[in-house]
């Protein structure tokens, strides 16, 4: 509902009123939806200022360092809560009750195999395929084997589908790391937590009885926990948009993966372990410091600072703390650990860094951690999207769950030749 008008003066003396909404935080927005009436439209690449939907599920506010999934603060629920209590607490609104929460996680069991004629989408995938290239694929393929929750205008589908996204992915995800290393594949196991079945999935072997360890159980948990969602971004919006048409849910969840597996978006906490990669030993460091401080170098240092948050990174203040005890934990001898950790100690000591707010973010702990555990590189973007399917699910629950939803369909300003004579290929 409106609580304000804006006047919009245009060419000829005309001018055109627009509702000024409130949201319950962030900024006021300025509904522009009448405005192609009067043949103008906006022009925002990136829709770096556009809000492109209603949304009740997260708000983040960049400058204060603000995350809150459903009204809770991110801190209290990666420290107090479980993943699978934020998944219920993102797809119905509310955090559940002791007796919902046993049934849901209950139905996620029940759900995390997958059929086994999935296999053979694998092996007819290249030895060295890409773990999210087979992520996608599987992903979209899975519509070919759940027929059961296809109809989008169906509820009851609907809830059906979310089950099996979330239940499933762990699966998908070990079984592409399993398939990439050319070990067998390992069955679920509904008699332990969700974080600690993926970790059975992705190290144990048929050979021998496989432990999980509590403590790195606990921040595989805290990992899924904190990048399951993160507001419109480019992967979250490409799920909205693929749903708006009424796409099945499993092609929009493909679409996100293949949105997410961009360098820019997903491909962070990659991006940083090949910059300690590059980087090589502590006594180097010096030398890289001196490149990311001059403007003309094309150096750039890898997971620290945020396009979003200005100040700090909500998420990795808890990704910090779980990070120092994982490697504790493991005692892992790592050179590259500990180029790591000398280069957390600068960026929190040195003025540069403070002056220029390039804090250690989410990206930088979350991929030392993957490292410490034994997960390579190309699995880490697999693992943000095991950990994001529930984020873009409930937002295309939510956009369809909304009366009146309509097919996206954003407008551009054309620069193109005018209109002109066909001439034939005789005569050219």
Same mark, same amino acid.
């Given at each position: 509902m409106a ?10 003396? #005309?001018s055109?009123?627009?509702? &000024? ?7 006021d927005? +300025?509904?522009?939806?009448t ?17 492109s939907?209603e949304?009740?599920? =997260?708000?983040?506010?960049? @400058? ?14 990666a420290?107090e809560? =479980?993943y ?6 993102? *797809? !119905?609104?509310?955090?559940? =009750?002791? #007796? ?5 996680e209950?139905?996620?069991k029940q ?6 004629q +999935? ?6 995938f290249?030895r060295?395929a890409?773990?999210?290239?087979m992520?996608c694929?599987?992903t979209?393929a899975?519509?070919a084997?759940?027929q059961?929750s ?9 809830? +059906? ?22 070990q067998?594949? &390992?069955?679920?196991r509904?008699?332990?937590s969700? $974080?600690?079945?993926?970790?059975? %999935? %992705? ?9 999980v360890?509590? /403590? /790195? @159980?606990?921040?595989m948990?805290?990992i ?13 919006s ?8 009424? $796409? ?7 679409a ?16 940083c372990?090949?910059?300690l @990669?590059?980087?090589?030993?502590? #006594?180097?460091?010096?030398?890289? +410091?001196?490149?990311?401080k ?5 150096f ?7 396009r979003?948050y200005?100040n ?11 990070c ?8 892992v001898?790592?050179?590259?650990l500990?180029?790591?950790?000398e280069?957390?100690?600068i960026? *929190?000591e040195?003025? !540069? ?8 973010n989410?990206?930088? !702990?979350?991929?030392i ?12 973007t /697999?693992?943000? $999207? ?23 369909r954003?407008?551009?300003l054309?620069t193109g ?5 066909f ?6």
């Amino acid at each position: 509902m409106a609580d304000n008008i804006a006047k919009l003066e245009l060419p000829g003396n #005309d001018s055109i009123d627009l509702p &000024i909404k409130k949201g319950t935080e962030g900024f006021d927005v +300025i509904d522009i939806s009448t405005l192609g009436k009067k043949g103008y439209f906006t022009f925002d690449p990136g829709f770096l200022a556009t809000a492109s939907c209603e949304s009740a599920i =997260t708000y983040i506010d960049g @400058e204060q360092g603000i995350l809150l999934h459903r009204g809770y603060p991110i801190e209290q629920l990666a420290t107090e809560s =479980t993943y699978l209590d934020l998944c219920y607490l993102l *797809l !119905y609104g509310e955090l559940p =009750t002791k #007796d919902a929460f046993d049934e849901f996680e209950t139905t996620v069991k029940q759900h995390t195999m997958v059929h086994d004629q +999935i296999v053979y989408f694998f092996r007819g995938f290249r030895r060295d395929a890409h773990p999210m290239a087979m992520l996608c694929g599987v992903t979209g393929a899975l519509s070919a084997f759940y027929q059961d929750s296809l109809d989008v205008n169906n509820p009851s589908h609907r809830k +059906i589908a979310a089950f099996r996204l979330v239940s499933k992915m762990p699966t998908i995800a070990a079984m592409c790391y399993k398939f990439s290393v050319g070990q067998p594949f &390992i069955y679920p196991r509904n008699d332990l937590s969700y $974080a600690g079945n993926f970790l059975s %999935m %992705m190290f144990a072997t048929p050979c021998e009885e496989y432990k999980v360890n509590p /403590v /790195v @159980e606990k921040a595989m948990d805290r990992i899924f926990v904190l990048h399951a969602d993160h507001e419109q971004n480019a992967s979250t919006s490409t799920v909205r948009l693929a749903g708006s048409s009424g $796409a099945n849910p499993f092609a929009c969840i493909a679409a996100g993966i293949a949105s997410l597996w961009g360098p820019a978006h997903g491909g962070a906490n990659e991006a940083c372990l090949q910059m300690l @990669e590059e980087i090589g030993s502590v #006594d180097r460091i010096p030398e890289y +410091i001196e490149k990311a401080k001059d403007k003309n170098d094309p150096f750039r240092l890898m997971g620290f600072g945020h396009r979003v948050y200005k100040n700090f990174d909500p998420r990795a203040k808890v990704m910090r703390e779980t990070c120092h005890e994982v490697l504790q934990e493991l005692k892992v001898v790592d050179p590259l650990l500990d180029v790591a950790m000398e280069l957390e100690r600068i960026a *929190l000591e040195d003025e !540069y860094f403070i002056s220029k707010k390039l804090y250690p973010n989410v990206d930088f !702990y979350s991929g030392i951690i993957m490292k410490a555990i034994g997960i390579p590189t190309s699995m880490f973007t /697999v693992l943000f $999207a095991l950990s994001r399917t529930v984020g873009w699910i409930s937002h295309w629950k939510e956009m369809l769950d909304q009366p009146g939803h309509k097919i996206s369909r954003p407008r551009q300003l054309y620069t193109g030749d005018s209109a002109r004579d066909f001439v034939s290929v005789d005569k050219r």
